[in-house]
């Protein structure tokens, strides 16, 4: 058996966080999930939908590895990342990380992972390995699925050699941090200005503040979406709040980046911000809880309900991220 020493194995709530924060802890860079959300730049939103999905999906957060890439850059430190279609050349990018004692970090799809009691295909899930025996890997995954877990090395083989939505080709990465990284406190202005302006100016419809006032406009036409509004509705609602989340979408985490980051400097837009999420955060919860209600009751007009209170979330996360956007030009 081979495991890399000093490991600290503490799960997040969200899986890319939780893998990131694994990798960096073990470079001696220690900080909460919340601030590594925000340095990632990692709030979004999304309404996807296609004749290849069951039901419509809602997003809060950037694309896969967007987040890691973002924070490893305002961090300073070097991130290598591997990617091939070989099984075989997978493998053997990361046993010889952890032969010389390097954690990493690996996205896949969930679906084939031992420990994971829920089986849905989800090609945007990240774990950190840190060990390997002879039958079993040792991974790092979400507090929800038991922080440090084991899996068969074949089931983690399927996992990153699944194909679909959000998969990666085995893909892979390990981090360097220099001698003298920047202070993380130092880089929240660019984190916060990039992460509100691509809220504010989304390419397509479908993302940012658009996203919202579209999704409150389209949820209300839910219980015709689906033949089976007692199954696809309070799924819906458990992926907003249970799936990795850390609920009302990812807006708890980032209400939580705000607040630390207003302790760390005193900027009145920061204030501003932070009162508009947690605000935020109460809604998208209440949102949750009604399309959950209307799968289980048939009624209508919860999505309705709904459909007011993305359209008011919509208002005020714009709100929020214009005042954000000035965050360089002074309190």
Request: net charge neutral; charged share 25%; glycine share 10%.
């Amino acid at each position: 058996m081979t495991r890399v020493p000093g490991i600290d194995a503490r799960g997040g709530q969200h899986c890319e966080t939780t893998a990131l924060g694994v990798l960096l802890r073990h470079r001696g860079i220690d900080l909460s999930e919340a601030m590594l959300f925000g340095l990632g730049s990692g709030l979004s939103f999304v309404y996807w939908d296609s004749k290849q999905l069951d039901f419509p999906f809602l997003g809060g957060r950037v694309k896969p590895f967007q987040l890691t890439k973002n924070s490893a850059a305002r961090l300073g430190v070097e991130l290598v990342v591997r990617e091939t279609t070989s099984r075989r050349k997978a493998w053997e990018d990361v046993s010889a990380a952890i032969d010389t004692g390097r954690p990493v970090g690996l996205q896949l799809d969930s679906f084939h992972l031992d420990y994971f009691t829920s089986k849905v295909h989800f090609g945007g899930h990240f774990v950190a390995l840190y060990g390997y025996g002879d039958q079993d890997a040792y991974l790092v995954d979400t507090e929800q699925q038991g922080g440090a877990v084991s899996t068969r090395l074949d089931s983690l083989a399927d996992a990153r050699a699944a194909r679909g939505p959000m998969t990666a080709r085995h893909r892979s990465f390990t981090l360097t941090a220099p001698r003298n990284p920047p202070k993380p406190y130092e880089q929240i202005v660019p984190a916060v200005t990039a992460c509100a302006e691509a809220f504010l100016d989304p390419p397509i419809a479908n993302l940012g503040h658009r996203g919202i006032q579209k999704a409150g406009k389209l949820v209300r036409t839910w219980l015709q979406r689906t033949d089976a509004p007692q199954r696809d509705l309070p799924q819906a609602a458990r992926l907003m709040e249970k799936a990795g989340t850390g609920g009302a979408l990812f807006r708890n985490l980032y209400r939580d980046f705000l607040a630390e980051c207003a302790q760390q400097l005193d900027s009145g837009h920061l204030r501003t911000g932070h009162r508009l999420y947690a605000e935020a955060a109460t809604l998208w919860t209440e949102v949750a809880a009604l399309i959950a209600n209307t799968g289980e009751s048939g009624d209508a007009r919860c999505l309705e309900e709904a459909g007011d209170l993305l359209g008011e979330l919509a208002r005020m996360e714009r709100e929020a991220m214009e005042v954000l956007s000035r965050l360089g030009g002074g309190s």
